[in-house]
């Protein structure tokens, strides 16, 4: 699976788009991007994934750049509840395969008021 | 509520006792996973199960023993552990006929070892 990188940690005040970044220069053609969020002392959370194209969801949209080595995951309007450690993850998941997903330390968003 | 679902949630034990944390899905899902997280460090992968076969075990101590019976139940067998075991187990499934990489995981089991 392709490594990612994450800033540590972002602020965003509530009510405007929190942008999170993620680097993944080595992706691979056949690797999706995923992301999911934990908030504090309860599980991940599945958001969004995408392959090559931009993607929506009633949680978040996801940008894929053209050439596919960064990604940016977009919470329109952030509220408090948002405030969580966000996982980007590159991995490859064909049909009849299992989500061996390795999470590194991601980004805390802090959603302030 | 995710449809998966752990038990105990909090679990203090001894470093002779043997103890043992369950995991059920009630999602229809064939693959299940067992997840560690200790205090400040990303999640570690640790077994994955695919139709109650053991297709992945992540170097994990032989002193951790899982156990599929079926596709919706998954036990995290404990003993003789260390106090560097104290984290939080989290369990997870997946449909692996259907997009495998979305994982829903269940509230976790926190563990401490005394």
């Known amino acids: 699976d392709a490594k990612t990188t994450q800033p540590t940690s972002m602020d965003c005040a509530e009510g405007r788009a929190a942008n999170l970044p993620c680097n993944h220069s080595?992706?691979?053609?056949?690797?999706?991007v995923y992301w999911y969020r934990q908030i504090h002392s309860q599980g991940p959370q599945y958001i969004i994934h995408?392959?090559?194209n931009n993607e929506t969801n009633e949680m978040a949209s996801l940008i894929i750049t053209e050439d596919r080595k960064s990604s940016t995951l977009i919470l329109p309007h952030a509220t408090l509840r948002d405030t969580a450690v966000y996982y980007c993850?590159?991995?490859?998941?064909?049909?009849?395969?299992?989500?061996?997903?390795?999470f590194g330390q991601g980004t805390t968003l802090q959603v302030k008021p | 509520e995710t449809g998966v679902t752990q038990t105990p949630r909090h679990l203090v034990m001894g470093m002779t006792n043997k103890k043992s944390l369950k995991c059920e899905q009630h999602l229809g899902h064939n693959a299940m996973y067992w997840y560690k997280q200790s205090a400040k460090k990303p999640l570690e992968l640790m077994f994955v199960?695919?139709?109650?076969?053991?297709?992945e075990n992540n170097s994990v101590p032989s002193r951790f023993s899982p156990e599929c019976p079926n596709s919706s139940h998954l036990f995290l067998h404990l003993h003789t552990l260390q106090p560097e075991d104290s984290a939080l187990y989290l369990c997870a499934s997946s449909q692996v006929s259907r997009l495998a990489g979305e994982l829903f995981f269940g509230e976790g089991s926190r563990l401490t070892v005394l």
């Open positions: 993850i590159a991995s490859y998941h064909g049909s009849g395969n299992t989500g061996k997903l390795i």
């Open positions: 080595t992706i691979s053609g056949n690797e999706y």
């Open positions: 995408g392959l090559k």
């Open positions: 199960y695919n139709f109650k076969e053991q297709t």
